[in-house]
């Protein structure tokens, strides 16, 4: 490695130097001075920048509108920028200007100590555990592992109460024969005649302000009037329509998310998540994407006030797979 | 030798002159503190710390900083952000006009607050967001520049493991972060989330009620992942650091091949003070980066999205990119599920969104003792491999980078088919059909590159480099003339460091008639298979024309004996 080295200052504290760089300003004064001041001044835009940014603070006190928002932001922003940014160009500049540029060489040692050591450290823990017992003391050993094992107990036992137990509520929702089809954002009833062909809307059985969103997460659903005469029915659904209205649950059984765009010309529900894609009149079954099975159909009428309601509760449970779901 | 420095010039050395006795205060008040910790061994060790400069070695340091610019900016968000989910009603008062009077919870209510109504606060949230990308694209960037350098070789296989925990912890933490809000994007992506854990068999539903404290959304989710947020993960991550920096401090940093530099010394700048000032300034400068994109970028616009819904959901919506390659898996995958005995399997969530992360981190963590075993090296490695050098390696990286970048193109296929008016579901097949076909491609494509690369770096080392000029020699014959590479260029291709094939197996039988073991045991069959496969060169190793297979002796030697290069000489004259 020594013979490699070319310059080495005898004496010196610092590490040898293998290749001495001399820049211009190394050797000409005046050059430094001048590198110097190049520094100062990037430190004093910095300090310009940090009394720029107290300015922007106090001169614009409230934000009272998006503008005055914007406009703090951008100001903020920016002074905030040339501060750390003058920072950081003058203290490279200094490193890379005025320190020296030398490459030095230092010998990496080796990290593992001598065999010897090894086989004093490794005689050290033989000789511990012989002091310990607990090779011929089995009743210590048996005892301190049932101890330990016992007690690693508690700690899963105490999160038992993160949460409920899941048990069949992932199964039901709050939709019961004879709910009402009310209007999510209204809480109206919807009535026959309010949606015109080709629309839809979302529905759900109690106004939303009164669920709770653990219910109102799954409760969502879709009422769509078809074009006249073009739903297939599935078998054993031929009285779930109401007169080309249809009612499908509006959560994704690929992985939940609300179900919110509606192709009107194709009668394709697309999951924007996704790209999970049912088609309506088909009992929305599954044409593309990664939802594995068809939204939920929930069967609708109409009551004698001309409200839509439903027949029954969905007959499966709606949203995402889960191993429990027969 | 020359200098690389830009107007440097070399001196010869300088007359020996020792130190200069320390002032006696500076010695009096470091021996205080020695005599109580002993640090003045520590100090002298560790103030003359040679650290190798390179660029690449500067990506984990804007990881670094960008953590505690993360720090930093977080905590002031927590003086302001109220992880609550009861429902309040966005003043008629507040700066936001379109949200006046809309119910929401308590965390995108404080989440309005800290941007519209605390000065600066919209920007220390635009920063803490642009640092948590700059933070995980940093890692990754760092973690390629680890794995394609094979800096993860022997004795540095534990900073890996705890880079891969970086990773996926930085993952984790990203994600918790940009769920706080309780805005619509993000509340998707919780739903998605709680999706993901209800199709994992068995314990899925279970694990999603204890986790959320009950059904999606769960009253109690956003305050536990606000601990998680503010307190778990960071003080894991922390932890973390500090152990992968004291562990790069005392392995020292890997260096490239080069002039002087062997797997036994460390070249470059001394840590005090330049390399201290210099990372200093590095530090300001990152912070400068995201300052200015916060000025000037908008990020995470949350008011414009609205309060989470569950019923509602924005079409196109985009996770941030580190998430955006689940996404894609998960768009990808076809629509399998089994029914078996009353219960559900949901191939098509648990594959792409449990199956695939958990292969790849696995992956990575194993991969370090998995080469070493293949290769049968297990030496200590302190030099940087270049990635042409180690074609198998590179290409396999290439190839895994290459699906990632599938996955992640995939996560916007919807974005994708509208832009370009293509049809969704021939994005989407393409995407599935570009799952099979592109990273075999690019291994392939990758090992030639790098071996045609690496051929190029042996042939000019060996025969010079082409000048570009012509000269007729005496004779009259035309010749271009050959320069040998200066010394320095040649000891930075590193081609003594070059992957040669793998070591030869056992005989079948050896010289006494004894079988081998070792050429019958199925495992070593298995690591001879990946060895021909991954590491073996598909071209003869060059040799430097010594016939010793090293060319970093540095006799790039020209082409003509000296005789004619005294013609050239001449030659030179009648061509000018």
Redesign the interface.
């Known amino acids: 490695?020594s013979d490699?080295?070319?310059?080495?200052?005898?004496?010196?504290?610092?590490?040898p130097i293998?290749?001495?760089?001399?820049?211009?300003q190394d050797a000409d004064p005046k050059k430094a001075d001048w590198a110097e001041r190049k520094i100062a001044f990037m430190f004093l835009v910095s300090a310009a920048g940090t009394i720029g940014f107290i300015a922007a603070?106090i001169a614009?006190?409230s934000?009272?509108?998006?503008k005055?928002?914007r406009w703090?932001?951008?100001w903020?922003?920016?002074s905030?920028?040339v501060s750390?940014?003058g920072?950081?160009?003058?203290?490279?500049a200094?490193?890379?200007w005025i320190?020296?540029?030398h490459?030095?060489?230092?010998?990496?040692h080796t990290?593992a100590a001598s065999d010897a050591d090894l086989e004093i450290a490794s005689q050290i823990i033989v000789v511990g555990v012989e002091e310990t017992g607990i090779a011929r003391r089995s009743l210590i050993k048996r005892s301190l592992g049932l101890a330990l094992g016992l007690f690693a107990l508690p700690g899963v036992l105490l999160?038992r109460d993160?949460?409920?137990?899941?048990r069949k509520?992932?199964d039901t929702t709050l939709w019961k024969a004879n709910s009402p089809l009310l209007n999510?954002e209204t809480g109206d009833p919807v009535k026959l005649g309010d949606l015109e062909i080709g629309s839809f809307t979302?529905v759900?059985p109690v106004p939303v302000e009164q669920m709770s969103?653990?219910d109102?997460?799954?409760t969502?659903v879709l009422l769509i009037r078809l074009e006249p005469g073009i739903n297939k029915p599935a078998p054993g659904r031929e009285n779930w329509a109401y007169q080309d209205h249809v009612a499908y649950s509006?959560i994704c059984t690929?992985?939940?998310?609300?179900?919110?765009?509606y192709q009107k010309q194709s009668h394709k529900l697309l999951c924007?998540?996704?790209?999970?894609t049912f088609d309506v009149p088909k009992a929305c079954k599954?044409v593309?994407?990664?939802?594995?099975?068809a939204l939920p159909q929930l069967p609708i009428t109409v009551n004698a006030d001309g409200e839509f309601i439903a027949t029954a509760p969905f007959d499966q449970p709606v949203?995402?797979?889960?191993?429990?779901?027969? | 030798m020359t200098t690389m420095k830009p107007g440097g010039a070399r001196k010869p050395a300088a007359t020996p002159t020792g130190p200069k006795p320390a002032p006696k205060i500076l010695k009096k008040g470091l021996g205080e503190v020695d005599e109580r910790f002993g640090t003045a061994g520590f100090l002298k060790r560790n103030l003359n710390k040679v650290f190798p400069d390179h660029w690449s070695f500067m990506l984990g340091e804007i990881a670094l900083y960008s953590f505690v610019i993360l720090l930093l900016s977080g905590t002031f968000l927590t003086f302001f952000f109220r992880p609550g989910t009861n429902t309040v009603i966005y003043p008629t008062t507040g700066n936001y006009v379109p949200l006046r009077g809309l119910p929401m919870t308590e965390a995108f209510e404080s989440t309005l607050r800290i941007s519209f109504d605390v000065r600066g606060g919209l920007l220390i949230r635009q920063i803490h967001h642009w640092a948590a990308l700059l933070f995980m694209a940093a890692i990754v960037a760092h973690c390629c520049r680890i794995f394609f350098t094979g800096a993860f070789r022997k004795p540095r296989e534990t900073n890996w493991l705890i880079g891969v925990g970086l990773v996926t912890l930085g993952l984790l933490e990203g994600f918790a972060g940009y769920s706080l809000p309780d805005d619509l994007l993000s509340g998707t992506g919780l739903r998605i989330a709680y999706g993901i854990v209800e199709s994992i068999p068995i314990v899925g539903t279970y694990l999603g009620s204890f986790v959320f404290g009950g059904q999606f959304p769960g009253p109690d989710f956003i305050p536990r992942l606000f601990t998680i947020h503010i307190l778990l993960v960071p003080g894991i991550l922390l932890s973390l650091i500090t152990a992968h920096m004291i562990i790069m401090w005392h392995q020292k940093h890997t260096q490239w091949p080069g002039e002087h530099r062997t797997n036994d010394n460390v070249v470059g700048a001394p840590f005090y003070p330049a390399f201290m000032a210099k990372t200093g300034g590095f530090f300001f400068a990152t912070f400068a980066v995201t300052a200015g994109l916060s000025a000037l970028v908008q990020i995470n616009p949350v008011w414009l999205y609205g309060p989470y819904n569950p019923a509602q959901v924005g079409a196109g919506s985009q996770p941030d990119f580190y998430i955006g390659w689940l996404e894609g898996t998960l768009r990808m995958m076809p629509n399998l599920e089994t029914h078996v005995d009353g219960h559900t399997i949901s191939w098509n969530v648990l594959i792409p969104a449990v199956v695939i992360p958990g292969i790849l981190f696995t992956a990575m963590a194993v991969y370090p003792f998995l080469e070493a075993w293949v290769t049968r090296d297990y030496a200590i490695h302190n030099i940087c491999d270049r990635p042409r050098n180690r074609p198998g390696r590179t290409a396999l990286g290439v190839a895994v980078l290459t699906e990632l970048g599938v996955f992640l193109l995939a996560g916007g296929n919807d974005v994708l088919s509208e832009k370009y008016d293509i049809s969704l579901y021939a994005t989407t097949w393409t995407f599935r059909a570009a799952f099979f076909i592109l990273p075999p491609l690019a291994f392939m494509a990758t090992r030639r590159i790098c071996l045609g690369l690496q051929y190029r770096d042996a042939h000019s080392a060996q025969h010079g480099y082409e000048t570009g000029r012509i000269v007729m020699l005496a004779n009259g014959e035309f010749i271009e003339v050959e320069a040998a590479l200066p010394e320095d260029v040649v000891a930075r291709m590193g081609l003594e460091y070059r992957q040669g094939p793998p070591p030869a197996l056992e005989p079948p039988v050896d010289e006494h008639g004894v079988r081998s073991k070792s050429r019958h045991n199925p495992l070593e069959k298995v690591r001879g298979r990946i060895g021909a496969f991954l590491y073996e060169p598909d071209v003869e190793p060059l040799t430097n024309g010594h016939g010793d297979g090293h060319a970093s002796n540095g006799h790039a030697d020209g082409e003509l004996p000296a005789a004619e290069q005294t013609e050239l000489t001449s030659g030179q004259g009648h061509t000018d």
């Open positions: 490695m490699q080295v070319e310059l080495h200052d005898e004496g010196s504290v610092r590490p293998i290749e001495r760089v001399v820049r211009p603070y614009i006190p934000l009272s509108t998006t005055d928002v703090s932001n951008f903020l922003g920016i905030l920028t750390l940014a920072l950081a160009a003058g203290i490279i200094w490193v890379r320190m020296p540029a490459e030095v060489v230092q010998e990496r990290l999160l993160l949460g409920p137990l899941p509520t992932l999510a979302t759900v969103e653990e109102y997460a799954k969502p509006k690929h992985v939940g998310c609300p179900i919110g765009l924007p998540c996704h790209q999970s599954v593309f994407g990664p939802a594995a099975r949203g995402p797979s889960f191993f429990e779901r027969s």
